[in-house]
């Protein structure tokens, strides 16, 4: 704000304005033009190329096709009680069947049977002994098929895949008290939502195959003057790989904007003297 930025939040961005092959600011969904010399997009490639910022800037990124798109997820945000398993705040309990699961989500497009269960205990640190116990928040998560914009998870499916998530960490030594209405369930489709044109994918390009990652776009697209920032850039998904890409992309708008000045003076003007 000492620098004279003005923040409009709550303010949504309609269209990316180009012009002369070059990007020239944003259309707010107000109608209201922001010119800009540059325009750095926080938000998944997939959006960019399928049109939701204009048709103009499609071409700034290529599209992601829907077979080559990441993971989605099931999750449970949820306020319980856990006993019988000593927590850290990062757990991981793996599937019995480690390939079952990824055929149920990449070739019957459904969710697993047998899931892995990553457990997130927000109010934990790394050592177990440290937990006082009594109610905390947990965060929970399965990997899902990234079909929310084509096919709505039918309601029997995720009340049956959640009985055999909390089985399946009963199953492992961790029993969860939960309370229906301290427990927040977000889908594929309701990641669709919160970033459309994904289907609900949450890391951008799927990472199959040694070439997946030179195929991940950088901060620069094909627009000189739009920049791409989030977890579907390089370097990849995840807090500190997202904010590893803004520094990038902040890094990268610098040094195409470089400011110039003049050459320092010096004891004799002029040029090259011939004699």
């Known amino acids: 704000a000492r620098r004279g930025v003005a923040f409009r939040y709550g303010t949504e961005a309609a269209q990316i304005r180009v012009g002369d092959g070059r990007c020239r600011g944003v259309r707010l969904a107000t109608g209201e033009d922001l010119g800009a010399d540059a325009v750095i997009v926080n938000a998944d490639v997939a959006a960019v190329a399928g049109g939701q910022f204009g048709s103009a800037a499609t071409r700034a990124v290529p599209p992601?096709?829907?077979q080559r798109r990441s993971l989605s997820a099931l999750t449970w945000a949820l306020l319980a009680t856990t006993d019988g398993f000593p927590l850290v705040r990062h757990s991981v309990f793996f599937s019995d069947d480690y390939r079952a699961e990824f055929e149920d989500i990449f070739a019957h497009r459904r969710l697993p049977r047998?899931?892995?269960v990553y457990v997130c205990a927000q109010d934990r640190t790394d050592d177990p002994s440290?937990?006082?116990g009594g109610p905390e928040r947990l965060f929970c998560l399965v990997n899902a098929p990234p079909t929310g914009d084509s096919e709505a998870t039918d309601r029997r499916e995720i009340e049956r895949c959640e009985r055999q998530v909390f089985h399946w960490l009963a199953n492992c030594g961790l029993h969860v008290q939960r309370q229906r209405e301290a427990t927040e369930v977000t889908t594929p489709r309701d990641f669709e939502r919160l970033f459309p044109a994904t289907g609900g994918a949450l890391y951008g390009e799927?990472?199959?195959g040694w070439r997946a990652s030179f195929r991940r776009p950088g901060p620069r697209?094909?627009?000189p003057g739009l920049y791409m920032a989030g977890g579907s850039t390089h370097p990849g998904a995840?807090?500190?790989?997202a904010a590893l890409s803004g520094r990038q992309a902040a890094a990268s708008l610098l040094?195409?904007?470089a400011s110039t000045r003049r050459s320092r003076r010096v004891a004799t003007p002029g040029g090259i003297s011939t004699g």
């Open 64 to 66: 992601v096709p829907r």
């Open 114 to 116: 047998r899931p892995t």
């Open 130 to 132: 440290a937990w006082a």
């Open 206 to 208: 799927a990472t199959h």
């Open 221 to 223: 697209s094909r627009i």
């Open 238 to 241: 995840g807090v500190p790989m």
């Open 255 to 257: 040094a195409d904007f």
